[in-house]
């Protein structure tokens, strides 16, 4: 009974507190983001998702990652574009200040200066409005009594002030179910047939022409005036809602209505949204001058505003509710939560205390800690046995009763500073305790009585490592992560996973058992690891679609997995099998991508952040979810810039540097958007978080690029393609290497023909060169056996016998046989060894010697280490150079004469040298003809260079007078072993 009437107190004290009404999260753009200006006038979204900005200073595209500009210098007729329209052709048209018109089509603006119609379809002063009707007309009102049509064949047809019609200023176009087309400005109505304007009655006028509102879509028109805000379709007026006064008097600068509920922005006072089923009024970004609102076609809300940019308001956001210090909330920062069987909300703040939220209305607890600068309640833990909630500070554990919380009944302050991480209790009541400075257990007893203190030296202590979290399995074996990774004790026995799974050896934020036996580890930098029974089943990780892989916290609800990590959060559905993640950032309705902890239950996820809670409501999650679209922006070839068609693209073959923009235009999650892409239809998928790719060199070849965008759902959107063919140069053509081939063959065959020519003639010179030496080698027989020689030795021998002296004569008549004999056997020889010749000079000079007697004297230089029979050399090469040297130096001396012939070998080349001290050559000459050589020298000259040009050998001669008197004559012959 007591405890009843505790529980029912606790309810009333807590009803006491009454809070404002929580507001939404917009995000709000400006001049930094990269807006032209924070002057924006209108908002309008194309049939392919851009966001369309007129400002003061030009006019920004925003797909909602970058803010693309265009001023005058990009084309833009004026730099002050009011507002912006798009007709069926897709032709994004720029109404104007100065009423000159401009469009922007397939990434071109058109203009006066590039258009000829244009040049002629000039407005007098600003545009107000664009209209294309069911004809195809392009109808446009100017701001002072002035009206354009282009019709559907390019004709242009203008509709200026006159008496008459002096209502034609700052005209709104629209057309009935019957295509019948109307123009209503705040005083008159026109309908308008065959270009002629009727007059028709206006019943209720609205307050401006911003209070003007043509659904297209629904061919109807809404206007507000002071009465409220009507609906007219087929000549019917309907009375929708009342309109505040305040928002009257403060000025409604456009309006935007729904099924069930009307947005009016206004000048001065933000937005204010009315509910038309109850007529609830809530004002949104209070004192803001808004000046348009539109809801695009994914559901988000945007607003912009002339003193504050732009805002955007996610469909998703609109499912959060946000409780901040403005809601009574004692601390913004939250770190952590839990729900007790009475469906309260735990709060442990920032600030050391404890608040409690039922209701939507929050209560704040004194825990009485010792005030300090930062203190946070990290952790809460509802003991629904004993009704009691246990919490954990940095040097703080306590436990107070959730019937009555004003008191703890725990405390525990250690005189260490333990810097407390986490605890958690087994079901046997057993504590566990992470600490800065170990693991500890302890179990608590007695917890009725109050104010039980806890002894540091009640707690056991199983290491002295760093400790980050603690946590039961179902089967109350304790998990644990250290500086070195996982851990479990299991039989009192400890189990290591770091060194056999490396995302397990990272450092392990948060772990969390399911009543499934499945555990969830929450890592720092490798995602969150799911294991069972020991085992590790799945790694999920940014690859498949995680905010981050730096992940605070994981819980499991209804095979549902929730992650907190360092960039918002994400739910996964489906997390052992085909994995679907959405995430949940500031752009989508958090608070903050801080999140601390997390509670979820049937209907609602509550999350902890540094700036509040958020309740996010899971029934009322979007589920209208669009394919994210892909759009090209930019091709560049070679650093030209081609334009992008659904034709065939043709790139000469130098042109294979490729490099292609394009963007997905999400604006819950932009900076969250992975593409895939392929270059072929036959190859797989690549992602990536870029939105460029660049082909630095294509070969040859067909390809057709297809992109696709993967949403926060999970979801791939449909292909774009861009088909490209990379022409194939010349040289690699078919034609050209047949060309290349018959050349080839050809040139092969001509240089084979002039080889065979040259062969012809070489072998033809060869002949005749080989019978030219077999002459010469004749001649030089001829030359050394010559009938003045053999007169001479033989009128010698007869001299010998006559004069008695028969063994000079015997000796002479001997060595002249020898001498016959030895030109016998080398007649027929081209070659004769060194050996040889040397042999035939020596009976040579021999003879030459008896014959005159002391006249001369010879000698011979040979090497001793030369094997005179291994070198060959011409035959009949030294005696023509030896007989000269006799007949023509020493012969015409009157003295006794010498000769000395050397023979030496240095490495592959041998010299001779006949070296004489007769008259020299030179004198010789100038007793004789001028045409005189010896025949001899001569024959064996031309032999020499003959037997060079058919060997390649380098023979030579060279023959000098001294300048003692003599000659000297050396031969080197080249040879090889």
């Given at each position: 009974m ?30 930094s983001?990269g807006?032209?200006?924070a002057?924006?006038y209108?908002i ?8 369309w ?5 030009g ?16 084309g ?25 018109l401009?469009?922007?089509l ?34 446009f009102?100017a701001?002072f ?28 176009f ?11 400005n ?11 304007f ?13 209070c ?92 912009s505003t ?32 839990i ?12 600030n ?7 209701n ?19 952790k ?6 004993n ?6 500070s ?12 004003q ?22 009541g ?12 302890f179990k ?40 070195d ?17 490396k ?53 499991n609800?209804?095979?549902?997995l929730?992650?907190l990590?360092?960039?918002?959060v ?59 679209p ?10 030209k810039e ?12 130098k ?6 923009s ?24 690549i992602?990536?978080?870029n ?15 297809q ?20 022409g ?15 050349l ?11 080889y ?17 030496i ?23 021998i ?36 060194l050996?040889?010749e ?13 014959r ?12 001793e280490?030369?094997?005179l029979?291994d ?24 003295e ?34 001028d ?14 260079s ?32």
């Amino acid at each position: 009974m007591m405890r009843k009437w505790l529980i029912l107190f606790f309810i009333i004290f807590l009803f006491c507190f009454i809070s404002k009404a929580q507001t939404l999260q917009f995000k709000n753009f400006n001049t930094s983001d990269g807006l032209l200006s924070a002057s924006v006038y209108d908002i309008f979204q194309d049939r392919k998702g851009f966001i369309w900005l007129p400002t003061a200073n030009g006019v920004n595209r925003f797909d909602g990652k970058t803010f693309e500009s265009f001023t005058t210098e990009n084309g833009l007729a004026d730099i002050e574009i009011l507002e912006i329209k798009e007709d069926l052709e897709g032709r994004v048209w720029f109404l104007s200040f100065n009423g000159k018109l401009s469009y922007f089509l397939d990434g071109k603006i058109y203009n006066p200066d590039n258009n000829s119609l244009l040049k002629k379809a000039v407005l007098h002063s600003n545009v107000v409005d664009f209209y294309e009707d069911s004809r195809h007309n392009l109808w446009f009102s100017a701001g002072f009594a002035e009206v354009m049509c282009i019709t559907s064949d390019n004709h242009i047809k203008y509709f200026k002030y006159d008496d008459r019609k002096a209502g034609l200023s700052s005209l709104i176009f629209y057309e009935d179910d019957f295509k019948n087309l109307y123009a209503i400005n705040k005083g008159s109505l026109y309908q308008i047939k065959d270009f002629k304007f009727y007059l028709k009655p206006l019943p209720e006028k609205p307050l401006s022409n911003k209070c003007i509102l043509v659904d297209k879509k629904n061919n109807s028109l809404f206007i507000i005036n002071k009465n409220g805000l009507y609906k007219f379709q087929n000549e019917k007026e309907t009375l929708i809602c009342k309109i505040p006064l305040d928002a009257i008097d403060k000025g409604i600068s456009s309006f935007m209505v729904e099924n069930d509920s009307v947005w009016l922005t206004i000048l001065g006072n933000g937005i204010k949204k009315i509910d038309l089923n109850n007529g609830n009024e809530i004002t949104y970004l209070e004192s803001k001058y808004a000046s348009s609102i539109i809801r695009d076609v994914r559901k988000n809300i945007w607003i912009s505003t002339i003193d504050n940019g732009l805002y955007l308001l996610s469909k998703l956001a609109t499912n959060f509710t946000h409780f901040t210090s403005q809601d009574l909330l004692s601390s913004e920062g939250v770190y952590s939560l839990i729900k007790d069987d009475q469906d309260r909300i735990w709060l442990g703040l920032r600030n050391g205390q404890i608040d409690v939220l039922f209701n939507d209305k929050p209560t704040v607890i004194d825990l009485k800690l010792e005030p300090l600068l930062y203190n946070p309640i990290k952790k809460l833990w509802f003991d629904k046995n004993n009704n009691n909630i246990w919490f954990m500070s940095e040097g703080w554990i306590g436990s107070l009763n959730s019937l009555n919380p004003q008191r703890p009944i725990v405390n525990f302050k250690s005189s260490k500073n333990l810097s407390l991480k986490s605890f958690d209790f087994s079901s046997a009541g057993e504590m566990s305790l992470a600490t800065a400075n170990g693991l500890y257990f302890f179990k608590p007893k007695n917890l009725d009585q109050k104010n039980i203190v806890l002894n540091l030296d009640s707690f056991k202590q199983i290491n002295g490592l760093r400790t980050f979290s603690v946590a039961y399995d179902v089967h109350d074996h304790l998990w644990f992560s250290q500086l070195d990774g996982l851990h479990i004790i299991k039989n009192n026995k400890i189990y290591s996973f770091s060194k056999k799974i490396k995302a397990l050896s990272d450092r392990i934020v948060d772990i969390y058992c399911d009543e499934n036996g499945l555990t969830y580890a929450s890592t720092s930098s490798h995602g969150v690891c799911i294991l069972k029974d020991n085992k590790i089943l799945k790694v999920i990780t940014t690859k498949d679609g995680l905010n981050s892989n730096n992940c605070i916290k994981t819980i499991n609800y209804n095979d549902e997995l929730w992650v907190l990590n360092s960039n918002g959060v994400n739910k996964i559905t489906d997390p052992l099998g085909k994995i679907k993640i959405t995430g949940y950032t500031i752009n989508n309705g958090l608070l903050s991508n801080e999140v601390n902890d997390i509670i979820v239950d049937e209907n609602f996820v509550y999350l902890a952040t540094n700036k509040g809670l958020t309740r996010l409501n899971k029934k009322e999650e979007e589920t209208y979810r669009p394919d994210l679209p892909v759009y090209f922006k930019k091709l560049v070839v070679s650093g030209k810039e081609y334009k992008i068609t659904n034709d065939l693209i043709y790139l000469a073959p130098k042109d294979n540097n490729i490099q292609i923009s394009f963007t997905a235009i999400n604006y819950e999650n932009p900076n969250g958007v992975i593409f895939g892409y392929r270059i072929k239809s036959s190859d797989n998928w690549i992602e990536t978080p870029n939105s460029y790719l660049e082909f630095a060199s294509l070969e040859p070849g067909n390809y057709t690029i297809q992109i696709r965008a993967k949403d926060l759902y999970g979801n791939w959107g449909k292909n774009i393609e861009l088909k490209v063919k990379v022409g194939t140069p010349f040289y690699d053509t078919a034609w050209f290497l047949m060309l290349i081939i018959t050349l080839i063959i050809g040139l092969a065959l001509l240089i084979y023909n002039q080889y065979l020519k040259r062969k012809r003639i070489i072998e033809d010179q060869k002949i005749r060169n080989q019978s030219k030496i077999i002459a010469l080698e004749q001649q030089a027989l001829q030359a050394m056996m010559n009938p003045h020689f053999i007169f001479n030795v033989m009128n010698s021998i007869q001299y010998f016998i006559n004069t008695q002296d028969k063994k000079t004569a015997n000796k002479l008549l001997t060595g002249f046989a020898r001498l016959i004999r030895k030109n016998m056997d080398i007649v027929n020889k081209g070659q004769i060894s060194l050996f040889e010749e040397v042999e035939y000079l020596k009976l040579y000079l021999q003879l030459e010697s008896l014959r005159f007697g002391k006249k001369m004297n010879y000698e011979f230089d040979i090497d001793e280490w030369i094997e005179l029979e291994d070198i060959m050399i011409p035959s009949m090469l030294i005696q023509p150079f030896v007989e000269n040297s006799i007949w023509h130096g020493i012969m015409p001396k009157d003295e006794k004469g010498n000769i000395k012939i050397s023979i030496h070998q240095n490495f592959q080349l041998v010299k001779i040298t006949i070296d004489d001290d007769g008259i020299g050559i030179d004198n010789s000459l100038k007793t004789k003809n001028d045409e005189y050589i010896s025949r001899g020298m001569k024959i064996t000259q031309e032999r020499i260079s003959l037997i060079n040009q058919l060997s390649g050998t380098e023979m030579n001669i060279q023959i000098e007078q001294k300048k003692e008197g003599g000659t000297i004559v050396r031969i080197n012959i080249p040879f090889s072993d």
